[in-house]
């Protein structure tokens, strides 16, 4: 595979879709897990704040007071990540949790609502980032109003870290789906271009004699370049059958010529001139020679000439039923075959699995549960295919096999299956029927030459 090669391009532009992509999901889920982290944090503060609102009181001598225990314990341990500090404008160190040791959150000189929270990003003590919420209340110890300002914080450092594990915990499950994504996109790729490689393996059947035309079993978008090998092999036929015409007529126009230019040559060695007559003999032989080899090639011109014909029925019927399988009608059904190895058939493989699939494929779409698939061999090979599905009546049983005849509407298809097979196996002088199955359904037997 060169960089030239269309599955390489297409698979460098996957690759980069995948990684892109990956990369781009993976920063997006980062930053909404930090935002979600963060208002579960501002959450927490919050309630942490409400908690250290309700619990500041008044001393009998008019001081405010707050010796509550709040449930985490790192509001008592010096530089613990959790701080909370009450002042107002008269006293800003008026109350701190233990955690702050000698330290003094510097909330900015901003206008506050009561009752309002504000959330701030501020630096605390040891150089660290702390995430700040605040709150004004009133509190009138005597007649007097005091205005204070309760903060409650917490290190930002514990939501960096969140982040941080979180991105490393999914980066094992991304990579699991950047290879999934890759294979399926390689997937992808070898089915996409299983077309051409199938173009490819018709153009050489075609060479070899083993067929005349491409089928016309491909997607869409190659079909136009089908139809144009098509075209050009029929145009290529025209042009050898013209020209095979032209020889022919030549060759045996140039017969009568001949025979009388070897009349000629008798009649000299006749009257004595036996040099001339030899003379006049060698010319008309090699002429002959020519004329021969010409309606020699103008026959092998005649059509393509085929290989002596060989299928294995066994193995073609497994490989059909592998790709019924994947279907949603093959799939739930029970397949049940009973051929042995010596099945041969003097039949183009690729006629046999057509033969075979329609006749398969028709047997799953009708079958309820079961499917089987029996041979046997001696002069011609006969195969049973039968299934369990309601059949067919005495009336409609006349017309399966017949070109475009649907006997339900409802069902997915054509019509044209048994009719290619009956088609297919009357071209190799065999022979197609259909009767009921004991099973309940219809059964169809298919009688082939063998090869043996």
């Known amino acids: ?72 314990a790192r509001f008592n341990q010096p530089l613990g990540g959790f701080y909370w500090q009450i002042q107002d404008k008269g006293r800003p160190t008026l109350l701190r949790s233990r955690s702050l040791w000698d330290f003094v ?8 609502e009561l009752g309002t929270v504000h959330e701030h990003e501020l630096p605390g003590p040891n150089e660290q980032l702390l995430l700040v919420q605040e709150r004004q209340v009133i509190f009138k110890p ?12 917490i290190e930002k450092r514990n939501l960096i870290e969140a982040r941080n594990a979180f991105a490393t915990d999914i980066v094992p499950y991304f990579i699991v789906i950047a290879i999934v994504l890759l294979l399926a996109a390689w997937l992808q790729v070898r089915i996409g271009l299983g077309p ?6 018709g153009v050489m059947d075609i060479r070899s004699g083993a067929k005349q035309r491409l089928e016309r079993k491909f997607p869409d978008e190659v079909m136009p370049l089908v139809d144009e090998i098509n075209e050009l092999l029929e145009g290529q036929e025209k042009a050898i059958d013209r020209a095979r015409t032209w020889t022919a007529d030549l060759a045996h126009g140039l017969k009568t010529p001949l ?6 040559s008798e009649l000299l060695r006749q009257q004595g001139n036996t040099v001339v007559a030899d003379n006049l003999d060698q010319l008309a032989e090699t002429m002959r020679r020519r004329v021969d080899r010409e309606l020699i090639r103008a026959r092998v011109r005649s059509g393509v000439q085929f290989n002596q014909a060989r ?37 183009l493989p690729e006629d046999l699995t057509e033969l075979l699939g329609n006749i398969l494929e028709n047997a799953s779409k009708w079958a309820t549960k079961l ?44 019509g044209l299956g048994l009719a290619i097979a009956r088609d297919t196996v009357e071209a190799y ?23 043996e």
Do not use: C
């Open 259 to 264: 025979s009388v230019l070897t009349a000629d």
């Open 429 to 451: 002088g065999g022979s197609l029927s259909f009767d009921h199955s004991p099973k309940g359904g219809l059964a169809v037997t298919v009688k082939v030459p063998s090869s």
């Open 196 to 201: 051409l490689d199938k173009i490819r393996r």
């Open 105 to 112: 959150i510097e909330l900015p000189k901003d206008k506050l």
């Open 1 to 72: 595979m060169t960089r030239r090669s269309l599955r390489f391009r297409l698979l460098v532009a996957a690759i980069v879709s995948v990684v892109v992509s990956l990369l781009v999901a993976g920063l997006s889920i980062i930053a909404l897990f930090e935002r979600h982290v963060e208002r579960r944090i501002e959450l927490e503060l919050e309630a942490y704040l409400n908690q250290i609102t309700a619990g500041v009181g008044i001393t009998p001598d008019n001081r405010i007071a707050f010796s509550q225990a709040l449930a985490d």
């Open 142 to 153: 005597g007649n007097k109003d005091r205005r204070l300002r309760i903060a409650v914080a």
């Open 371 to 414: 499917v089987t698939v029996s041979g046997s061999t001696g002069k011609d090979i006969v195969i049973t295919i039968e299934d369990d599905g309601t059949g067919v009546t005495e009336d409609q049983m006349s017309n399966l096999g017949l070109r475009g005849i649907r006997l339900d509407e409802q069902k997915r298809g054509t």
């Open 311 to 347: 299928a294995d029925v066994r193995d073609a019927v497994n490989r059909i039923v592998r790709t019924l399988k994947r279907t949603p009608d093959g799939a739930e059904l029970q397949w049940s075959i009973d051929l042995t190895d010596d099945l041969t058939a003097a039949i």
